[in-house]
């Protein structure tokens, strides 16, 4: 369970959230608890993805409503001793963090934490709080809906009891043992995709013109080489990346400003977990083969500069193989294996690289949850005294 000194700040900073617009704790345990649900619960509301928005630009989210009923006028004080500003507020902040603890614990999500925590004999600080927390920011949420999101919990606490299912296990191009993020039926999968489902890929390819002169006035007016290499393997592979989007937000002081078109349709899809930019691959070079653990992503590369030969530049995923374009897109699961190589001996291959949860198989709630999970974690990670946080935060 949570740390006893730390339970009542978590919850209370969780329900005020839940019933208040704007809120002021100046006094907060130095635990990586409060830190993380305070950081989160408080920061400024990050662009939403709408799957049925038509609009370019990403959704914004509205004010919370401050609720009906018992609660609706829940402040939480400054430190003047009084709290909330009325008496009995310890008693009042512990009996809704217990009851909104419990409450949680028999619902699906909380049932998942504590099969596992039986099975396994084990805890985790970080998922203990996340059943409460889901309940208290999506109340409306039903089990039925949050049901894959428990699949979910269930494999990252206890995988040994609650394996893959067999189609990725008897694949031979998908190595199970590689899966550290997973999310139970999805529904059947490929290694590519038709781009021509999602409104990105028709976005990026109706732009395509602007995103290339846009690309170029980064390369040439922005004072800084933003360009780095975002894994230990790609170092020795010649791959680098500028970075737009890591881990599902913005970079601090990016020139933002030189590429708004390129900005705005990456926000158009539900970006987390890892990156989304523009990635070079040196002449004669190449990924080597690997694939990446998490179900609930897909990729899409947009080629910006292919070597003129485009034959040259090319990934295999799984069994197939594809070269690259400019102005077309390619759409594929990264749980295949998968390689890439440059042959041209003078041309670099440039693209513009985007992993975003996978909006062809997951509800729009899904993917609310695991942004807000991902968002969670990197906090809690940081509360943790972990200074950067790494591409794979589940």
Not at 3 to 10: D, E, H, I, R, T
Not at 68 to 96: A, C, D, H, W, Y
Not at 324 to 337: A, I, P, S
Not at 344 to 361: A, I
Request: some cysteine; hydrophobic content about 35%; charged content about 25%.
């Amino acid at each position: 369970m949570v740390k006893n000194g730390a339970m009542n700040v978590v919850f209370a900073l969780v329900l005020a959230a839940s019933y208040t617009d704007a809120f002021n704790v100046v006094s907060i345990p130095s635990n990586s608890y409060a830190v993380a649900i305070h950081s989160a619960v408080t920061k400024t509301a990050a662009p939403k993805w709408n799957k049925n928005s038509s609009e370019l630009f990403a959704v914004k989210k509205g004010k919370k409503s401050k609720g009906k009923g018992k609660g609706k006028n829940i402040k939480v004080g400054r430190s003047t001793g009084k709290g909330f500003g009325q008496p009995g507020t310890k008693e009042v902040v512990s009996n809704l963090a217990t009851k909104t603890m419990d409450d949680a614990s028999t619902r699906i999500l909380g049932q998942a934490l504590n099969n596992a925590q039986v099975n396994t004999k084990q805890q985790d600080e970080f998922w203990e709080i996340i059943p409460a927390l889901i309940h208290s920011r999506f109340p409306q949420a039903t089990d039925l809906e949050l049901k894959r999101i428990a699949g979910m919990m269930s494999y990252t606490l206890d995988p040994e009891d609650n394996p893959v299912e067999a189609s990725i296990v008897d694949d031979p191009y998908r190595p199970h043992q590689d899966i550290h993020a997973y999310m139970p039926n999805l529904g059947s999968t490929k290694p590519f995709h038709d781009p021509n489902q999602l409104r990105l890929c028709k976005l990026l390819r109706e732009n395509y013109d602007t995103i290339v002169e846009e690309y170029h006035a980064l390369l040439e007016k922005d004072a800084q080489d933003r360009f780095q290499s975002v894994t230990s393997m790609n170092y020795d592979s010649g791959w680098k990346t500028m970075v737009l989007f890591y881990n599902g937000h913005r970079i601090d002081s990016f020139p933002y400003h030189l590429c708004p078109v390129t900005t705005k349709i990456l926000e158009t899809v539900p970006l987390a977990g890892r990156i989304a930019g523009f990635n070079r691959q040196s002449p004669n070079s190449g990924i080597p083969l690997h694939s990446d653990g998490n179900n609930m992503w897909l990729t899409c590369q947009m080629g910006i500069h292919v070597p003129s030969d485009h034959t040259k530049a090319w990934i295999r995923v799984g069994p197939e193989t594809r070269n690259w374009k400019n102005g077309e897109c390619l759409l594929y699961d990264t749980t295949y294996e998968h390689e890439t190589f440059n042959e041209s001996l003078d041309e670099e291959r440039v693209v513009l690289h985007v992993d975003f949860f996978n909006t062809l198989e997951m509800t729009e709630l899904e993917i609310d949850i695991m942004t807000y999970i991902y968002d969670m974690k990197e906090k809690f990670m940081k509360a943790e005294g972990v200074t950067k946080v790494g591409s794979q935060i589940l």
